[in-house]
């Protein structure tokens, strides 16, 4: 998918928000374990619920490979079954050597046709130009994650006071363009993501940690949106187990619903 197709989708349904896919067999509604594939039933009813709402969907692969082969075979077929004109977003959080970084992206964008993947940048450019030389494909890059260890490595300061991920920001701007290249950059860091969106003015940033995290929507809306909006906003867990009875998807739609309509507002005001 190309930004602008991105940028379409968002206009069009008023919204950025990215649902996230992390369906774990202990937490789903019980009655559906009875299924042939509970986790991709799961899925199908919350897609299906969602998809009015959503413009990305975010399978956490963990959730997936963890079933074993299984696994592998129902997340293919969760993706096939996301509509077309909705981006997707395998969050592998992948980067190894050249020519093992090509064999991992070719596993998501050639076996499997998502539009993006998650990549760990500490291996430096070669672990992460591989993805970037598909056609219409895009590397959402780890800059500023949104859980408490991201201060372990993540804002420490080099000599002259800049924090790493702003490295990381500055130095991957040459490796790709504002076209095939995200940001991930957590709700949970409000008062950075405007510094982020400084070193990155055109660039889409995937922002985890609203909902279960506590990260807060409005803050992230007010410092990260740019003209084309910006953001893709995630929430996993906020939604997909908003009940754990027989009206899980309706709750998620609700959920989702919610979040959209706040979006809808805040692309009033900040666009
Ligand atoms: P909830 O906290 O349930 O909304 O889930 C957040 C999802 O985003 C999980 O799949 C995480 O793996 C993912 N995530 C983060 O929570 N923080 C990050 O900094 C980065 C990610 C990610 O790359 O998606």
Redesign the pocket.
Known sequence: MTRSELFAQIQQKSSFLCV?L?PDLEKIPRHLLAEPDPIFSFCQAIIEETADFAVAY?P?IAFFEALGAKGWDTLARVEELIPDDIFTIA?A?RGDIGNTSKLYAKAFFESMDFDSV?VAPYMGKDSVSPFLEFDNKWVIL?AL???AGSMDFQLIEDKAGKPLYQSVLEKSQDWGSPENLMF?V?ATRGELIGEVRKSAPDHFF?V??V???GGSLSEVAKYGMNSSCGILV?????IIYASGEKDFAKAARREAKKLQEEMKNLLQKYM
């Open positions: 996230g992390d975010k956490n969050d959080k998650t780890l994650t949104s859980n991930v957590g995937l985890p940690g909902g279960a995290q995630n929430s996993s867990r906020g």
